[in-house]
């Protein structure tokens, strides 16, 4: 079973940065696209980061262009993400997922998520 387990988020004010991090175990990692995505309440869950398992230019939402930075670590199974000039808007439950393998759309693990919250 498959156990993906976030950390970092918190409370930063506009501007402030975070580093999120999720430490994946239990299952296949290196050989897996990773990804964060994010849901603020009334919306829907949408992807903010996407690191696929054989390297690449990795895939970023609009939205987070030029702020936030997606990485990964296969020895340690662990992918990040570092958020920086944070704004009220990027407040939501951010999660850690794992796609299925050989797909870049199809998520097969996720993790429990953690809360960003951006005060203006």
């Known amino acids: 079973q498959v156990q993906l387990a976030e950390s970092g988020g918190g409370l930063v004010q506009s501007g402030g940065s975070l580093r999120l991090s999720c430490a994946a175990s239990?299952?296949?990692?290196?050989?897996?696209?990773v990804g964060w995505f994010r849901q603020a309440p009334g919306s829907e869950r949408e992807l903010v980061v996407r690191l696929n398992w054989g390297g690449g230019t990795p895939y970023y939402a609009d939205s987070v262009k030029g702020r936030f930075t997606g990485s990964r670590d296969n020895a340690k199974n662990a992918v990040y993400l570092h958020m920086n000039s944070l704004k009220p808007e990027d407040t939501a439950v951010y999660y850690c997922a794992r796609f299925k393998y050989g797909s870049r759309y199809e998520v097969d693990y996720w993790g429990q998520g953690t809360q960003v919250t951006v005060s203006s």
């Open positions: 239990g299952g296949t990692f290196s050989s897996r696209t």
